[in-house]
């Protein structure tokens, strides 16, 4: 029942800019489950951004974004963040939230169907 909604994106960033992108959870708290971004840039397939652990304590990214994306959580408020420093044009992409609720997060933390709720995704456009 848990339904997750993305904001922070929207008019176009210069690379090299910041954004911070959040996803708001309701529901059913979320505290309990894994989280994750994706992102999904025309003509590619969706892919894995970052995910992290029900309390916090753990935290993964895709190769692609270490150093520059930071994913953090504030359970009090059902709401996980995704920090974006020093954007590329390749940053380009519609983000999603996520939440694993059934599956091993962590085993499965880069997979899709690992998660079993998404949020309608965010429009990110970084220019050169």
């Known amino acids: 029942q848990v339904q997750l909604v993305e904001s922070g994106g929207g008019g176009p960033v210069q690379a090299g800019g910041s954004l911070r992108l959040s996803c708001a959870a309701s529901g059913r708290a979320v505290s309990n489950y894994a989280m994750g971004w994706f992102r999904h840039a025309p003509g590619k397939e969706r892919e894995f951004v970052s995910a992290?652990?029900?309390?916090?304590?753990?935290?993964h990214y895709a190769d692609s974004v270490k150093g520059r994306f930071t994913i953090s959580r504030d359970n009090a408020r059902n709401t996980v963040y995704l920090q974006m420093i020093n954007l590329k044009p390749e940053d380009t992409a519609v983000y999603f939230c996520?939440?694993?609720?059934?599956?091993?997060?962590?085993?499965?933390?880069?997979?899709?169907?690992?998660?079993?709720?998404w949020g309608q995704g965010t429009q990110v456009t970084v220019s050169s």
């Open positions: 992290i652990s029900g309390d916090g304590t753990g935290t």
């Open positions: 996520a939440v694993s609720i059934y599956s091993l997060y962590t085993i499965g933390f880069a997979r899709e169907n690992t998660y079993d709720n």
